[in-house]
């Protein structure tokens, strides 16, 4: 696999049809849900085990950095902009062969009787 270009964007990411297949887009932003981490590239889906070491590394930040009264995304350095630690973590974890799943598109409706 060649090694993907991952681009950190300031805007929601762009659709992943639009994106160069071996561009990565990773957007950060806080909603009212919470913290948010949008992660797109054409054609793929981050597989499960992406999702879960994202998942244990935000644990471990906020673990760590528990005392601050600064929100979640500020505490664990994903806002207002991702730290050189989460750089690094991300560059290595999606750089990976097991780290993208196939996206299977849907070829249309269907029913069955």
């Known amino acids: 696999m060649r090694k993907l270009k991952i681009v950190y964007v300031d805007r929601l990411p762009r659709q992943p049809e ?3 297949p071996d561009v990565v ?13 949008d992660i797109v590239r054409n054609g793929f889906l981050a ?9 244990r590394h935000i644990r471990q930040l906020d673990a ?3 005392r601050s009264n600064q929100p979640l995304g500020v505490r664990v350095g994903l806002y207002p ?3 050189q ?5 991300l560059d290595n974890l999606l ?18 009787c």
Not at 85 to 89: D, G, K, L, S, V
């Open 64 to 66: 760590r950095n528990r």
């Open 18 to 20: 639009d994106l160069p």
């Open 25 to 37: 887009e990773v957007y950060n932003g806080l909603s009212r849900k919470g913290l948010e981490l």
């Open 47 to 55: 597989a499960e085990n992406v999702k879960h070491a994202i998942q």
């Open 95 to 112: 750089q990976q062969d097991d780290s993208w799943a196939f996206l299977v598109p849907t070829a249309g409706a269907f029913s069955t």
């Open 85 to 89: 630690e989460w750089r690094i973590f």
């Open 81 to 83: 902009t991702v730290s």
